[in-house]
């Protein structure tokens, strides 16, 4: 499907773009002006709140769960013994584990054990999707729900000393449980626990497949997404509004899950209608990053981030300095070389057929 991978190219693109700093130098640029507040989008709420850039995870997560049950689906037409989809499913789950820890385990002030990245929060969620994934429809939206107030009492009665501020930063449960299991917190306020209520966003992201894949009829296809995305945004922005539930990404609240998932939906809904009912597919250059989005996530997280980028922007500096003064200009060239080496390499990948798999 190809708004599958558009949507999956498009977080991948802006996952990498991020990697490089573009965005950051936009936002420093645009300082005291109009532009400050598009650029700002692209960070993340400090707390209480959401930005654009926080609908990056729910979405990569999101579709996650799309693409898995076409994949269940295609295996299951090639009479694969469902043994064997499962031992499959909980082996790719544990690569992503043993990716998203490593990825982030080697700091300056030497190895560090961190459970805040997206994969190891999606090495969870996919598991959780996957052993629901046959169960009835109303089901799995009832166990979503459940998830969902788990968290909230969790996170309102768990009355655990210095932890008992309900959705207080750094005074929180989740920060109590990354206590146990890393004995330390994120500075940010991010929690491991997150897993516990983004698993909506894969169970939800697997149904939306599901739909596809099994009911004939786009428009009616398009008018379910568009139903349940709106009525998610709706229930998501009442429960802020009323204050009943706050929206905060850094511990995915109950109300963030939901608008973020509305968000998620709907904007997978319009995809689908111009891409897929439309049938415009010229999307090669988005394809060609969802086609190898763990191997280009994995190499700008370590490589990127380690080497390529701090080399790339010594090399524009040496290059342009002499022609401009404008450190903005040369930051953005820097930049710009940056995710065009780095989609070079998918280029090259997909010419040559091949595609990194977990």
């Known amino acids: 499907m190809y708004s599958l991978d558009f949507m999956r190219g498009l977080i991948m693109m802006l996952l990498a773009l991020e990697s490089t700093g573009i965005f950051k130098v936009f936002f420093l640029a645009s300082k005291d002006h109009f532009f400050e507040k598009v650029f700002i989008q692209f960070q993340h709420h400090p707390w209480h709140g959401m930005r654009f850039w926080d609908l990056i995870q729910p979405g990569f997560m999101f579709i996650a769960g799309t693409a898995m049950a076409y994949s269940i689906q295609n295996q299951q037409q090639k009479n694969i013994p469902k043994k064997e989809i499962t031992l499959k499913t909980i082996k790719r789950s544990g690569w992503l584990f043993f990716w998203g820890v490593l990825c982030y385990a080697v700091k300056d002030t030497g190895l560090s054990f961190e459970l805040w990245n997206v994969l190891t929060q999606l ?29 909230d009492l969790l996170y309102r009665y768990s009355n655990i000393p210095g932890y008992n501020l309900g959705f207080t930063n750094h005074f929180n449960f989740g920060n109590y ?182």
């Open 123 to 151: 090495s969870f969620t996919m598991l959780v999707a996957y052993f629901i994934f046959e169960w009835q429809i109303k089901s799995q939206i009832v166990l979503s729900i459940a998830l969902l107030i788990l968290t």
């Open 177 to 358: 449980i990354d206590m146990l299991l890393m004995n330390k917190t994120s500075r940010g306020g991010w929690v491991a626990i997150n897993c516990i209520p983004t698993s909506v966003h894969t169970i939800a992201g697997a149904l939306i497949g599901k739909l596809l894949l099994n009911v004939t009829g786009q428009q009616y296809k398009m008018k379910k997404m568009i139903l349940w995305g709106l009525g998610l945004l709706l229930i998501g922005y009442a429960l802020d509004l009323l204050e009943i539930n706050p929206i905060i990404k850094r511990i995915a609240t109950s109300a963030f899950t939901l608008v973020s998932l509305g968000w998620c939906i709907l904007f997978f809904a319009v995809s689908y209608y111009f891409i897929d009912m439309k049938q415009n597919k010229n999307i090669l250059f988005l394809r060609i990053l969802s086609l190898n989005s763990i191997f280009i996530y994995l190499f700008f997280e370590t490589a990127g981030g380690g080497w390529l980028n701090p080399y790339v922007k010594k090399f524009a500096f040496g290059l342009l300095n002499s022609f401009t003064g404008s450190e903005t200009f040369i930051a953005l060239f820097g930049c710009t070389l940056i995710f065009l080496i780095e989609w070079g390499l998918c280029y090259f990948l997909y010419k040559k057929k091949i595609f990194f798999k977990l």
